[in-house]
């Protein structure tokens, strides 16, 4: 990977001519071994509807490089990724969304599940998938929509996710994190160590959290166990009662003022971080991560609490079949391969399978971003920016101490509606 | 701004004299209603197709009933019964959909003030103390300049102005007129309402200096010259000729304002309820039905706003 980033510097040129003569070549050599019609001839395209988080350029061109599919990014917020898998199905081939939307989008039937015996690294995706432990064995939180709960189908056009392995699996994992708060060390000046925190006083008018109602109340809930108040059988899953609990405590909050802004977008977080709006706040890891390149001090703060994880994976749309989900397969085998994987470690996700994403990342740069390791090197981002000088050490360390320290996972509630209704209250309070 | 009066001033569709040309004699003949209708066509047509029928589904289905993830094509009250919730048991404290109206009207209202008021007098300038055509257009589309970069970085360009450590509050603590940063100056009504006035400020400029360019020079001259001040003028001449496009305006400003909810999120750190808010979040959670009956309801009360302005002026008339 590195090494075709420097070659970019030298001459971009070339290497795209050099991309799209072996694109052709591809495409000419399946005309001869597949499909003896002329339409094979045509490009593979897959449409891809997804969020932005895996949507770098750098991966569908080496796509295009490596298998001849092209991949055209369709890019929308998570909400609006869901709602077009309800209304226009047929508006893309290949989904990538996260686990919690499942509960709506599975009974929809608009999406179709994909086949585990076709997915070459299947058994090698991490366990944290598949069995809600760490390759080290620690047990990680299953509050909320936790993968594991969602990742089988009884059958093929079941509507009903299965207790137990199957063939038939929702989506294919691809990407994950584990989120917490982002605080400004510089700022703040002592350390954080608790939830409870975004709602001290002390953080007055420079507090924010995310403003999509389902995650926000996930962040108010760990708030509230932190301080003590309440315990809950499932922050994922609250009842009524349970609520009305975490909307009170947070309209309190909002009445003293404690929250500067709540933010949806990426950069949004980025600005009212680095221009000091806010000094705590529930953030992304490459949002820190880009507020450090900035020159600005910003720490992804492990808490005691955990963290609030989230989860996404690829499907296709129903409407997807022959060739074109042959292409799909093709086209999640070579994600799964490695360089996606690596690419996505780099910017300080986590890649399904860590197997192949170690075999193209350098040692020091593994030793880095999974291992906990202060950084031997100087560690780049996948565009060859600097983001960390040698020496430094990963916020929250290790993948088996952040991954295992997950408390719960992002999710729609069955009380779903009644807790939008109560957002919109605690918007005009 | 000279272009938009000639079209009006054209004679009516079916009095188009016939040049003599034979095309010429055979248009003459149609009917001249006929040619109206067809005049008005094709805008009639794209109004039917990509409003009215819409607006009609959205009221059906503000009817229906839903689940997380579909619509139940049922008649069903619960989008306007789940909107209302509360209003009555809550008194006297006012509902969740009570406070956000409250909050909208007051945002509409300041908005519409300040404008309206802003705006006046930028066309007055415009129309009385410029007296070249080439600067009375070129001054006109300065008020433009808002609408040339996207809604979002116009947005994230207030915070280095307006934040706590912004432009505006360092030039204060610094003149020692302060000692702590304003924290109103950002992620407060005070910023909604600027950025809107600061947006919205055009679309008054633009009707009234429309209907001020067009009143006849000889009627103030005529006034002057029957003694009246100048403050006599523009309170009995003026403004009276201006009226249409104060009230257009004042439309243009207020349906925008009432349905915003992007400016008002970003400008009120997402903290402040606005009617469109309440759409927003209910279409993201997919439920449709519940996000229609609001939009409804946010039709009915606009409407009623711009049917009580209509009484005022006679627009129709007006012009």
Not at chain 1, 10 to 38: C, D, E, H, N, W
Not at chain 2, 31 to 53: E, R, T
Request: charge should be neutral; glycine fraction near 8%.
């Amino acid at each position: 990977m590195t090494e075709t980033t420097k070659k970019t510097g030298v001459s971009r040129r070339t290497l795209l001519k050099s991309t799209a003569g072996l694109a052709g070549l591809a495409a000419g050599s399946g005309a001869i071994t597949g499909f003896p019609y002329v339409k094979s001839a045509e490009t593979k395209v897959l449409r891809y509807l997804g969020t932005a988080v895996n949507e770098g350029d750098d991966i569908s061109k080496q796509c295009l490089k490596d298998t001849g599919i092209k991949i055209e990014y369709i890019t929308a917020t998570t909400d609006d990724v869901t709602k077009r898998v309800m209304t226009q199905p047929n508006s893309f081939d290949v989904l990538d969304t996260e686990y919690f939307s499942l509960k709506k989008l599975v009974p929809s039937g608009n999406i179709l599940a994909l086949d585990a015996r076709k997915i070459k690294e299947f058994d090698n995706i991490t366990p944290v998938f598949t069995k809600g432990e760490t390759p080290g064995g620690k047990k990680i939180g299953g509050q909320g929509t936790a993968p594991w709960k969602v990742l089988y189908l009884e059958g093929k056009d079941s509507k009903k996710f299965a207790t137990s392995a199957t063939e038939f699996v929702t989506l294919i994992p691809t990407v994950y994190n584990a989120d917490t708060l982002g605080i400004r060390p510089d700022l703040i000046k002592r350390p954080i160590s608790t939830w409870a925190e975004l709602l001290n006083p002390e953080f007055k008018g420079k507090a924010s959290i995310l403003n999509i109602p389902s995650i926000g109340i996930m962040d108010a809930a760990m708030v509230v166990e932190a301080t003590g108040k309440y315990k809950y059988a499932d922050k994922g899953n609250m009842t009524k009662e349970e609520i009305d609990l975490t909307m009170k405590v947070m309209t309190e909050a909002k009445k003293a003022g404690q929250f500067r802004a709540f933010w949806k977008d990426f950069n949004e977080s980025v600005n009212l971080m680095a221009s000091g709006e806010t000094v705590i706040q529930s953030m992304w890891s490459p949002a820190v991560t880009k507020v450090r390149s900035m020159g600005i001090p910003c720490t992804f703060q492990p808490l005691k609490e955990g963290y609030r994880s989230w989860a996404s994976g690829f499907c296709v749309s129903k409407g997807v079949s022959g060739a074109k989900l042959e292409w799909a397969y093709e086209f999640v085998n070579w994600f799964l391969s490695g360089y996606a994987g690596a690419y996505l470690n780099r910017q300080g996700y986590y890649s399904a399978v860590l197997s192949t994403a170690k075999a193209h990342m350098e040692p020091y740069e593994w030793a880095y971003w999974m291992e906990g390791k202060p950084a031997e090197k100087d560690i780049k981002a996948p565009d060859g920016s600097l983001l960390e000088k040698a020496g430094a050490v990963r916020d929250g360390g290790s993948y088996e101490d952040r991954m295992g320290g997950v408390a719960c996972w992002n999710a729609v509630m069955d009380e779903n509606d009644y807790m939008v209704r109560k957002w919109n209250e605690f918007i005009a309070a | 701004m000279d272009t938009s009066e000639d079209i009006l001033q054209q004679a009516p569709p079916g009095l188009i004299p016939g040049s003599g040309t034979a095309r010429a004699a055979k248009v003459t003949r149609l009917s001249p209603s006929f040619i109206s209708w067809l005049q008005a066509g094709p805008m009639m047509l794209v109004f039917l197709a990509f409003f009215l029928i819409p607006l009609v589904f959205v009221v059906i289905v503000s009817f229906w009933d839903y689940n997380e993830y579909q619509l139940l094509p049922a008649f069903s009250g619960r989008g306007y019964t789940d909107t209302f919730e509360g209003c009555i048991a809550q008194l006297p404290d006012l509902c969740t959909i009570g406070k956000t109206y409250l909050m909208t009207l007051k945002l509409c209202f300041l908005v519409w003030a300040l404008t309206l008021f802003i705006g006046f007098w930028v066309a007055y300038f415009l129309a009385f103390h410029i007296k070249s055509k080439t600067w009375q257009m070129g001054l006109s589309l300065l008020c433009t300049i808002p609408f040339w970069t996207s809604n979002v970085i116009r947005m994230i360009a207030w915070i280095p102005l307006l934040g706590r450590n912004g432009l505006v509050n360092s030039g204060l603590v610094k003149t020692g007129l302060i000692n702590h940063p304003l924290e109103w100056l950002l992620f407060s009504e005070f910023s909604v309402v600027l950025a809107l006035v600061h947006l919205f400020t055009f679309f008054m400029v633009v009707p009234i200096f429309n209907s001020m360019v067009r009143i006849d020079k000889s009627l103030i001259e005529a006034a002057y010259d029957a003694g009246a001040t100048g403050f006599q003028t523009l309170v009995n001449v003026i403004i009276p000729l201006a009226k249409p496009g104060i009230v257009i305006g004042s439309i243009f400003v207020i349906t925008i304002v009432m349905g915003d909810f992007i400016t008002i999120g970003v400008m009120g750190g997402q903290q402040i309820a606005a009617a469109g808010k309440i759409i927003e979040t209910r279409v993201n959670a997919l439920q449709f039905p519940a996000a229609a009956a609001n939009a409804v309801i946010l039709l009915a009360i606009t409407f009623l706003i711009i049917t009580m302005m209509s009484r005022i002026v006679d627009i129709k008339k007006e012009l």
